[in-house]
């Protein structure tokens, strides 16, 4: 899947190059391909956070300083967490407080 990606992208990047059109394109480390925007932070499932105001539209979510804890990496920049402490303003399908949180409002608690 990802061979078949790589040479999708190679031949945009081509059409676009011919096209005179120069994209930035960050290439992604060989080592980070396949791995969830979590993950490449470091962050994984049952991790703990504060929630906080980044730079994303994250206030109607729930309320600021809550604890969090990371429930489930969808591999998007919003997976899903459950809220520990604090108010939220969605449930999760078992009546619990939780919420998809942009990777931007959040900020990882030591152990």
Request: hydrophobic residues 40%; glycine residues 10%.
């Amino acid at each position: 899947m990802h061979d078949e990606l790589r040479e999708a992208l190679a031949k945009i990047a081509t059409m676009l190059h011919n096209a005179g059109i120069h994209p930035d394109v960050v290439k992604e480390p060989e080592s980070e391909i396949g791995m969830t925007q979590c993950l490449k932070l470091g962050y994984k499932v049952g991790d703990r956070f504060v929630f906080i105001k980044g730079d994303c539209d994250c206030v109607r979510i729930g309320e600021f300083g809550s604890v969090i804890e990371l429930f489930d990496d969808n591999g998007t920049i919003a997976p899903k967490f459950k809220w520990i402490t604090g108010k939220c303003e969605y449930n999760q399908a078992d009546g619990s407080p939780g919420a998809y949180v942009n990777l931007d409002c959040v900020l990882k608690l030591a152990k």
